[in-house]
């Protein structure tokens, strides 16, 4: 298979980071909300309350005339659960509402690297994928609790990526 191309554009001060390649069969993608993990999370989490990070993937492809059509979905969640007896935080993410992955940590560099960072998140399987079209994953992330927006902006950080499948 060709290997993707990408072309970064991101909102928000360039916070949302976003590389959808393709590898084998797939599109995978590697996101990271960079600048979200501020000092209200870290008050949010220490409080006890459960902290999540939802992010809203779209791969789409351009259309000339009409809307860009949606080809892939998922929806997926890092939260953390913090417990303030033990001082450890129970992480767990979630795939279009699967658990995925659960980790228990008293570490807040792994917590962080939880909550805003994902590698290689299979979105889309290239057989879905015309080689002579462009394509780019749109991401949406927000946070809850929501008392504070993400890094003090809009309540929703959005960032897209545009790549080629097949040239």
């Known amino acids: 298979m060709a290997a993707a191309t990408l072309v970064i554009v ?8 976003i590389s959808p390649v393709v590898a084998g069969n797939r599109v995978l993608v590697t996101f990271e909300l960079a600048d979200a993990y501020t000092d209200s999370v870290r008050q949010a989490i220490s409080s006890g309350l459960r902290t999540t990070f939802t ?11 009409w809307m860009d059509r949606t080809i892939a979905t998922a929806i997926v969640t890092a939260s953390d659960q913090f417990d303030n007896l033990t001082r ?21 560099n792994v917590v962080r690297r939880w909550l805003t960072m994902w590698k290689a998140l299979p979105l889309c399987e290239t057989a879905k994928l015309d ?25 929703t950080i959005s960032g897209q990526a545009k790549f080629r499948f097949g040239r």
């Open 55 to 65: 992010y809203q993937l779209e791969l789409r492809t351009v259309a000339t005339i």
């Open 10 to 17: 991101a909102h928000a001060a360039e916070t949302l980071r």
């Open 88 to 108: 450890r935080h129970t992480l767990t993410r979630t795939v279009d509402g699967r658990v995925e992955d659960t980790l228990v940590s008293d570490d807040e």
């Open 131 to 155: 080689p002579s079209r462009d394509y780019y994953v749109r991401i949406s992330a927000r946070a809850r609790p929501s008392g504070e927006s993400l890094l003090g902006l809009a309540k």
